[in-house]
């Protein structure tokens, strides 16, 4: 088994260089904080949901809202 894993930050000043990474037989864990408005919004997932789909057939995507028990 191979493992590899890049943590993209969601920066806006790196998202070209993301569609490098984005490739087939790859698990994509979507991770935020649903709990701070300030960090990413739902429109920032769908945007990630959306740039996998566009370069990548059928993907896998896990989302995961963390922090929720702290509301």
């Known amino acids: 088994i191979c493992f590899n894993s890049w943590d993209f930050g969601g920066q806006?000043?790196?998202?070209?260089?993301?569609?490098?990474?984005?490739?087939?037989?790859?698990?994509y864990l979507l991770l935020w904080n649903i709990t701070d408005p300030?960090?990413?919004?739902?429109?920032e997932v769908s945007f990630w949901m959306n740039s996998i789909a566009a370069r990548v057939t059928n993907p896998t995507i896990l989302l995961v809202a963390?922090?929720?028990?702290?509301y």
């Open 12 to 27: 806006n000043i790196y998202r070209f260089t993301h569609q490098m990474f984005l490739t087939s037989n790859s698990i």
């Open 38 to 43: 300030t960090h990413i919004t739902i429109r």
């Open 66 to 70: 963390s922090h929720l028990d702290r």
